[in-house]
Nanobody
Framework: QVQLVESGGGSVQPGGSLRLSCAAS????????MGWFRQAPGKEREFVAS????????YYADYVKGRFTVSRENAKNTLYLQMNSLKSADTAVYYC???????????WGQGTQVTVSS
């Protein structure tokens, strides 16, 4: 199986920045799409951003466009989510996910908490 482990979460004041990392192992990833999702208390998990492991299009939810950037470093098998201009609404558990491009995300990490507060 593919294993995904998120890190980099924490607490930050509004307007601050964090960079999340997702370390992947268990296979090669040339044909995988990688995505970030988040889930706030009492709400369903929602899409944040995605990128192909080997290149291709990126996608962003409207509420993070211009603030978040998804990227990857293939040599380290690591996916990143750079989060800038954070606001309280971004508070959630953030999850890394992977799946064959064009199919469902079927591998998930355990999540990392991001808290934005004064």
């Amino acid at each position: 199986q593919v294993q995904l482990v998120e890190s980099g979460g924490g607490s930050v004041q509004p307007g601050g920045s964090l960079r999340l990392s997702c370390a992947a192992s268990g296979r090669t990833f040339h044909d995988f799409a990688m995505g970030w999702f988040r889930q706030a208390p009492g709400k369903e998990r929602e899409f944040v951003a995605s990128i192909s492991w080997s290149g291709g299009p990126t996608y962003y939810a409207d509420y993070v466009k211009g603030r978040f950037t998804v990227s990857r470093e293939n040599a380290k098998n690591t996916l990143y989510l750079q989060m800038n201009s954070l606001k309280s609404a971004d508070t959630a558990v953030y999850y890394c996910a992977a799946g064959v491009t064009g199919r469902a995300y079927n591998y998930w990490g355990q999540g990392t908490q991001v808290t934005v507060s004064s």
